[in-house]
Nanobody, 119 residues
Framework: QVQLVESGGGLVQAGGSLRLSCAASGSIASINAMGWYRQAPGKQRELVAAITAGGNTNYAVSVRGRFTISRDNAKNTVSLQMNSLKPEDTAVYYC?????????????WGQGTQVTVSS
């Protein structure tokens, strides 16, 4: 059974930083693309960032230059370093395992972790 377990969410002031981590088990996450989505209240879920097993990445325009996605294939983990956080980054963040390509659709979802940025 595939499990994606996120950690690292919380409350931070605008301009601050948080680091989200996700551990994958029971899957072939080491060869699939991984990523982070988020959903703010009243809004649709959106892609934040994704990374392939080879390290290729893509980011939402709104987070480029502020967020960095990384992964450790040996440990089946993916992380999201979030700097210069803004109130509009407030959302539930979900770790996903995608297909093998950067733009593959998510196959598995974590339970989500809340990120709240106060102004």
């Amino acid at each position: 059974q595939v499990q994606l377990v996120e950690s690292g969410g919380g409350l931070v002031q605008a301009g601050g930083s948080l680091r989200l981590s996700c551990a994958a088990s029971g899957s072939i996450a080491s060869i699939n693309a991984m990523g982070w989505y988020r959903q703010a209240p009243g809004k649709q879920r959106e892609l934040v960032a994704a990374i392939t097993a080879g390290g290729n990445t893509n980011y939402a325009v709104s987070v480029r230059g502020r967020f960095t996605i990384s992964r450790d294939n040996a440990k089946n983990t993916v992380s999201l370093q979030m700097n210069s956080l803004k109130p509009e980054d407030t959302a539930v963040y979900y770790c996903v395992e995608k297909g093998p390509n950067l733009y593959s659709q998510p196959v598995y979802w974590g339970q989500g972790t809340q990120v709240t940025v106060s102004s």
